[in-house]
């Protein structure tokens, strides 16, 4: 269960990429992906991914992101 892949691009994730995946998509997902396919389904560039990932980190009251 510790190694992932995308579903769509078969890239290995990081727990970032889960993480904000739970977050945006599906709480309870199974099934997961990376930040680039994830940019590409909800139609916003990686940056703004990856600028969503920091604020909720910095935000601290996310469990999601430790
Ligand atoms: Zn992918």
């Given at each position: 269960m510790n190694f992932r892949t995308c579903k769509e691009c078969g890239k290995e994730l990081l727990a970032d990429d889960i993480a904000i995946h739970r977050k945006l998509?599906?709480?309870?997902?199974?099934e997961f992906f990376c930040m680039d396919c994830l940019a590409g389904k909800l139609c916003v560039t990686r940056d703004k991914i990856e600028a969503l990932i920091e604020y909720y980190r910095k935000s601290g009251n996310c469990t999601l992101f430790v």
């Open positions: 998509i599906d709480r309870n997902a199974g």
